[in-house]
């Protein structure tokens, strides 16, 4: 239960601003609270709603013809978004920590995933506000009549966007292999002058943390949707408005399904749109009481995201048959030529053009604030978790943090900051997401407790099926690529068959038969140890924190079998288009080179965290460190026990953890023996077999 900090009646000038910019609650372990359940599934939605939900779903839509594409769209919304938003949502609310401290206790070996995250969100947030910066542009032009980018005989709205907003100089060279070169160096005042807009309202509405953030969002959660309700009916009544919605859920084109193109884009946009991988939900999550619904909080988060960018689509559907255009007959859609060519194009030739302008560009601009809240708290999160961080105020890293932020406006506001935007767009999304995602979906389901397994089956048969399955997509994809589909289909299923033969028959016997049926003789248990072993045991462990005693939804034991053999492999798949693209398009532009480069940390943070997992331990607090957080010993199918958590005081949480003991009973009693974390394995009155 969250309680209040007590002291003296303040006065009136403090009331008046607490009630403004309250204080953030505070959980029994002593980590900040949100005030209530709805600031937590706001604020998670905030980051989620976004720029995709209004510009980017209906452009993917519109380039696949429409309605055919919700069957690949809902098979990743339930096979690939739902599953890892569950496990970001479920690991922060247990552990008590943001990414990297979440992570460190899945295994100690995991937490550069969590650093990894953290760089993915802040990598984003840089280019995301000069994008709102656009907007704000339009938002002032849009108080001039007649609207700027309507003027003359053949108003262009591609070329104003690029001459009078993004004010950029073209690059030079490069049509013969050479690499081009940015001639620009000057800064783009009125960009820059918006970012540093922006990022101080940011500053404004979160330096007290969740319990200010929780306020706020209210406000700047529940104004858009109101807008996007009224630019959807203002579209749905152009003329010709029907034409769009015809093509939007009227038409049917079974052909378009048996082709890679509509599936890669239905899971490519989920991942953007729902925004796992950028840890946000697991830092929102560690502020939310640790008892709370989290599976029913990540349904609802999922579901009411891809209800409001199927609701937004009405918006731009309705502008695409009021300017009949359709697929193939122009360039393919995007976030940009969507928001910032065609609507405004439609927005120019409209009754009250101004009026539905300001509107548009105005709710641009709010839904792109509840993200940047989101995608900043990373990065603030992590760092008030650590050692250092507990001794100095929460305002004082939050400001430090805008101001990192707000420093990287400088790069982006610049004459050639359009095409570094792009390319950090392209490569963070395409790159640093997809190995991020996929190495959650993997270590979450192998290295989880990954002693027990050994213990029972032995290092090599765990090896072998383990290492097999990374080999297996690596060899398929790759051959996929190279040589055919159905090669590459065939080597990668054939390597995942043989190494699970071969690991189910080199090993030795457990002395504790798996579950149910796979325990009916050795060679089933042997495979269940090394193939669902520690993605089951994390589900147990999880449940049996996140269940609230029975009273809330637990993790279905489907999830982590969908999260390792259905999420990751469509992960890879997706992230392996990355490589042609950059080889074909971009390997002469040096914003594009820099950026794929520097996406590519993600991969030396989370080897070098498995390698040598010491190198991140000065984000982990002194006393997780101690306690030996991550570090399971040996206790096949024991659950681990829900014991009180422990006071560790501090500002901003992030402090504790489960404290993981036998029902309070002292390690000396004979029936028992006591693991490090206090794992205990024993008899039925203190011990919790999974099975």
Request: charged share 15%; hydrophobic share 45%.
């Amino acid at each position: 239960m969250a309680i209040a900090a007590e002291g003296k009646k303040p006065g009136m000038a403090k009331r008046i601003f607490l009630m403004l910019a309250p204080d953030s609650a505070k959980d029994e372990d002593g980590r900040d609270n949100f005030n209530s359940r709805s600031q937590f599934v706001l604020c998670a939605m905030g980051g989620a709603v976004g720029l995709g939900n209004l510009l980017r779903f209906p452009s993917v839509v519109f380039n696949n013809y429409g309605l055919q594409f919700f069957i690949p769209y809902f098979f990743a919304l339930f096979l690939v978004g739902i599953p890892i938003l569950i496990l970001e949502i479920t690991l922060g609310q247990a552990y008590r920590g943001g990414c990297v401290i979440a992570w460190n206790n899945v295994n100690h070996r995991a937490k550069g995933i969590g650093f990894s995250m953290v760089f993915n969100g802040f990598s984003v947030v840089g280019y995301y506000v000069p994008i709102l910066a656009f907007a704000m542009t339009y938002f002032r032009m849009s108080f001039q009549s007649p609207l700027p980018w309507a003027v003359g005989d053949d108003p262009d709205t591609v070329k104003f966007f690029y001459e009078e907003v993004v004010r950029n100089v073209d690059s030079v060279g490069g049509e013969d292999g050479s690499m081009k070169s940015y001639p620009g160096r000057g800064i783009v005042g009125e960009t820059f002058g918006w970012c540093m807009m922006i990022w101080f309202v940011v500053w404004m509405c979160t330096f007290k943390g969740v319990g200010l953030t929780g306020r706020v969002i209210y406000v700047t959660m529940a104004l858009p949707l109101v807008l996007i309700g009224i630019l959807a009916i203002r579209s749905l009544s152009l003329p010709n408005a029907s034409d769009g919605f015809r093509l939007y859920v009227g038409e049917w084109r079974s052909e378009s399904l048996q082709g890679p193109g509509v599936w890669q884009d239905a899971f490519g946009q989920m991942f953007f749109s729902i925004g796992v991988g950028f840890g946000y939900f697991t830092s929102y999550a560690s502020y939310n009481n640790k008892y709370a619904n989290a599976v029913q909080d990540a349904f609802i988060i999922a579901l009411s995201n891809s209800a409001i960018e199927i609701i937004s689509a009405l918006a731009v559907m309705g502008v695409v048959g009021f300017l009949a255009i359709n697929p193939g007959e122009v360039p393919a859609l995007s976030t940009f030529s969507s928001g910032f060519f065609y609507y405004p194009q439609a927005l120019a030739e409209m009754p009250g053009s101004n009026f539905f302008s300001a509107l548009f560009f105005l709710t641009l601009v709010l839904l792109g604030l509840t993200c940047v809240f989101a995608l900043a708290e990373v990065l603030v999160t992590l760092l008030c978790d650590t050692d250092m961080g507990q001794r100095v105020p929460r305002w004082v890293i939050s400001t430090s943090v805008i101001i990192l932020g707000a420093l990287t406006a400088l790069l982006y506001s610049s004459e050639f900051g359009f095409a570094t935007l792009d390319a950090i767009d392209m490569w963070v999304n395409d790159i640093a997401l997809f190995v991020t995602v996929w190495s959650e979906t993997y270590m979450a389901c192998t290295l989880y407790r990954w002693r027990d397994p050994v213990d029972q089956i032995g290092l090599v048969s765990y090896f072998v099926y383990n290492g097999g399955y990374v080999f297996s997509l690596f060899i398929g994809i790759l051959l996929g690529h190279l040589v055919t589909p159905a090669a590459g289909a065939g080597a990668g299923f054939g390597i995942f068959i043989a190494c699970s033969l071969i690991s189910a028959f080199v090993g030795k016997a457990p002395t504790i038969p798996a579950p149910r049926f796979w325990g009916k003789n050795a060679v089933l248990s042997r495979f269940w140890y090394a193939a669902f072993y520690s993605g089951q045991q994390l589900r147990h462990d999880l449940n049996n924190v996140i269940s609230g005693g029975g009273k809330n939804w637990k993790i279905h034991w489907v999830w982590p079998i969908c999260l390792k053999y259905v999420t990751g492999p469509a992960v890879a798949l997706v992230f392996s288009f990355a490589y042609p693209k950059f080889l074909t398009k971009h390997r002469n532009d040096p914003p594009y080179v820099y950026s794929f480069v520097l996406m590519h940390m993600v991969v030396i943070f989370i080897v070098g965290a498995f390698v040598v997992p010491r190198f991140f331990n000065i984000l982990i607090p002194a006393h997780r460190l101690e306690r030996g957080d991550g570090k399971y010993d040996v206790a096949p199918q024991m659950t681990i026990d829900n014991a009180p958590i422990v006071n560790n005081g501090g500002i901003e949480g992030g402090h504790t953890d489960m404290v993981q003991r036998s029902n309070g009973e002292s390690s000396l009693d004979g029936d028992k023996t006591t693991f490090r974390n206090d794992t205990t394995r024993a008899g039925p009155d203190v011990a919790h077999p999974t099975q």
